[in-house]
C-alpha cells in the first residue's frame, strides 16, 4: 500500500495556514503524518508522497521522516486536482525506479489530506486490512452515509485522477465507478476535516 498525503491547501475560509496552526501544542498536519508514520513503521506502507506548498512542512519531513518524499506543489490555488496529479505523477515515478509498476495487479494508494487530526492509527490499520480482502478497486471511508477522506484507489485508477481539473478530488473519479466501490465506516470525528477556527473549538 501506498499513500499520497495532501496538504497543499491554502485555507482561505481558516483566515491563516490551518496546517501550521498549533492545536494542543502541535502543528495540525503532524497529527496526521504521525499517523502514517506509525503505519510505515509497522510496515503497513511502502511509498509515501508528501504535496506541499509550505517550507516548514518539507523542512520538518526531511529532519524526520527522510523516508517520505515531498512534492513542492508552487499552484495550489489550482484546486486540489493538482496537487492530486503532483502526487500521483510522483508516485508512478518512484515506483518505476524501482521496478514495482509491472506487477501491481492489487497495488492501490491511499489519499490522506492534512486537516483532519483526529484520524487514528487504528483506523488507518483497518482500513488497509479491509483493503487487503477487499475485492473492490475503491474503498472509501464514510459515516452514515456521507463519504470522506482518506480513500484508496487501485492503481488502475491512478491515469483518471492525474486528469483531474480544476479544485475537484477523487469523488469525481468514484461516482464514474461506483459498482466498484466499498464503504469503510469511520467516525464522524476521525472524518471531520477543520476548516475554521470555529470547528476547532466546538
Not at 492501490?108 to 484520524?119: E, T
Request: hydrophobic share 35%; net charge negative.
Amino acid at each position: 500500500m501506498n499513500l499520497i498525503f495532501l496538504a497543499a491547501g491554502n485555507s482561505i475560509r481558516f483566515g491563516s495556514n490551518k496546517l501550521l496552526y498549533r492545536l494542543n501544542g502541535k502543528c495540525m498536519y503532524r497529527y496526521g503524518l504521525e499517523v502514517v508514520d506509525a503505519l510505515w513503521q509497522k510496515g503497513l506502507l511502502d511509498t509515501i508522497v508528501i504535496v506541499t506548498q509550505y517550507e516548514e512542512i518539507i523542512y520538518d519531513i526531511e529532519a524526520h521522516f527522510p523516508y517520505m518524499k515531498t512534492v513542492n506543489n508552487p499552484h495550489p490555488e489550482t484546486g486540489i486536482s493538482g496537487s492530486i496529479r503532483l502526487g500521483v505523477e510522483k508516485l508512478i515515478e518512484l515506483e518505476e525506479k524501482c521496478g514495482k509498476t509491472g506487477n501491481r495487479k492489487r497495488e492501490g494508494c491511499m489519499f490522506a489530506v492534512a486537516d483532519q487530526p483526529y484520524l487514528t492509527r487504528e483506523s488507518l490499520e483497518n482500513m488497509v486490512e479491509t483493503w487487503d480482502v477487499s475485492k473492490k478497486g475503491i474503498l472509501v471511508s464514510e459515516n452514515a452515509g456521507r463519504m470522506g477522506n482518506p480513500v484508496i484507489f487501485a492503481c488502475k485508477y491512478y491515469e483518471e485522477l492525474k486528469n483531474l481539473e480544476g479544485d475537484v478530488g477523487g469523488k469525481c473519479v468514484l461516482k464514474k465507478h461506483l459498482d466498484d466501490v466499498q464503504m469503510f465506516e469511520m467516525s464522524a470525528s476521525e472524518l471531520k476535516d477543520l476548516d475554521s477556527l470555529t470547528e476547532i473549538y466546538e
